[in-house]
């Protein structure tokens, strides 16, 4: 079984994508299964023009038991991570079983066969969305979960706990979850980056969609809020700083530097930041201005939520190094990139 090769499932979507790069570039082969669902090729293209290295592309569907068996049965990777899920939050709510399927599916599917081929270590994105409105801020990994809001949150919260039994079940398996923040900006070469299908959900792509003249105006939802600005705080964590814990984590268990079979880790920056200061720090950082307008709060919205890093800084040895403004560079970078926009 080789250490040095990882299998990375979703590796063609956005944070899976960044990943790749940094996988590679620590020297990791890396073996990607993707079914496209929310992606397209060029993500590989862009991988291999950053690298040099072009990745194993298997086009499948994690829920294909087949697919997937025949794929175990041809690679030797040591180490996975997963990515492959749905992760769209109205969408769960009005498909939810199309949630349960895919993200519960997929993971039961990918914990069987590490069982089975006796393959040893696994890293899971999970998410911050799992901490719901907390009591108390920042949040460590140890602030207790709140019920979750959506399917998806729920498929988040599923998985964590099916990761923990079966890690705990089967000597030879070890997981990390990686709780992530608020994942944004995109990779500094302007060769990979999100690629949202429809209208976004996400607060970045809408700001640089609607830089682009894409959207008309960006809806700022909610200026009511308890806080200082009265708009929501988050923890908006560069993408390539989430694809370097994604490496460090696979490191810790190859090197069996891992203290528990079982462990999680919050990833985010530590800092909040309210949508204002993110809508501004934006228009300052590329210098232009944007089209926006107070709206209506959001459903489900949770005032604020930002990261104890703590565990991630000293245990990982990992902490998010680039400046908010660079990232906001890179996220309208990508964007001309994408749109064939002169900068
Ligand atoms: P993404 O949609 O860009 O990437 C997911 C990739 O998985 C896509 O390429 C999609 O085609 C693929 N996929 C989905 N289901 C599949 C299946 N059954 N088989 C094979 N491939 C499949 O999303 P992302 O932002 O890169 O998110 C990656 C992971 O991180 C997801 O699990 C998501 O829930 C989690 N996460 C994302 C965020 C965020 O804000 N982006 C925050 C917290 C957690
Ligand atoms: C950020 C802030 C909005 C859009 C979601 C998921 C979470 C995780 C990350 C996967 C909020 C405000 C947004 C807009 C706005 N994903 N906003 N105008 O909701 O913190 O988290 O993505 O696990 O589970 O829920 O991220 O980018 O949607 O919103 O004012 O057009 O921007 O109200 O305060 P969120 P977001």
Same mark, same amino acid.
């Given at each position: ?11 063609? &979507? ?11 570039? #620590? ?13 397209? $090729? ?44 749905? @992760? ?40 911050? *969305? ?9 949040? *460590?990994?140890? *602030? ?8 998806? &949150? +729920?498929? @988040? ?6 990761? $923990? ?7 030879? %398996?070890?997981?990390? #979850? ?51 600005? &009265? ?25 069996? $530097?891992? @203290? ?24 300052? #950082?590329?210098?232009?201005? %944007? ?19 703590? %565990?991630?800084?000293?245990?990982? &040895?990992?902490? #998010? ?17 994408? $749109? +064939?926009? @002169?900068?």
């Amino acid at each position: 079984m080789s250490n040095r090769k990882v299998l990375v499932t979703g590796g063609a &979507g956005y944070i899976g994508s960044h990943t790749a790069v940094e996988l590679i570039n #620590a020297g990791y082969e890396v073996i990607i299964v993707d079914n496209l669902s929310n992606s397209d $090729r060029s993500s590989l293209a862009g991988i291999a023009a950053i690298t040099g290295v072009t990745p194993t592309f298997v086009e499948a569907d994690c829920c294909d038991r087949e697919a997937m068996e025949r794929l175990f049965a041809e690679h030797d990777f040591q180490s996975v991570i997963h990515f492959a899920a749905f @992760k769209a939050v109205g969408e769960s709510v009005a498909e939810p079983l199309k949630y349960y399927q895919n993200n519960i599916g997929s993971l039961v599917n990918i914990l069987d066969l590490m069982r089975r081929y006796e393959r040893r270590n696994i890293v899971f994105s999970s998410s911050a *969305t799992v901490y719901g409105d907390a009591d108390v801020l920042p949040v *460590t990994e140890r *602030t207790p979960r709140k019920p979750a809001t959506s399917p998806y &949150g +729920n498929t @988040k919260q599923m998985a964590e706990d099916i990761l $923990r039994d079966s890690v705990a079940a089967v000597e030879h %398996l070890n997981g990390i #979850a990686l709780r992530y923040f608020n994942p944004i900006g995109a990779h500094p070469s302007a060769l990979i980056g999100e690629l949202p299908r429809g209208v976004p959900n996400n607060l970045v792509p809408y700001i640089t969609q609607t830089a682009a003249g894409v959207r008309e105006c960006l809806s700022i939802f909610g200026d009511d809020y308890p806080t200082p600005d &009265g708009s929501c705080l988050r923890d908006y964590i560069d993408i390539v700083d989430l694809a370097r814990a994604h490496v460090v984590a696979i490191d810790r268990m190859v090197e069996g $530097r891992n @203290k528990e079979a079982f462990e999680i880790f919050n990833v985010g920056t530590g800092r909040p930041v309210s949508v204002f200061e993110l809508v501004h720090g934006f228009e300052e #950082a590329n210098n232009l201005k %944007l089209n926006y307008k107070v709206a209506p709060r959001r459903a489900g919205d949770v005032t604020a939520v930002w990261a104890d890093t703590t %565990l991630a800084n000293e245990e990982l &040895g990992w902490r #998010a190094e680039r400046e908010l403004t660079d990232t906001l560079r890179s996220a309208w970078a990508w964007e001309c990139h994408v $749109r +064939n926009i @002169k900068q």
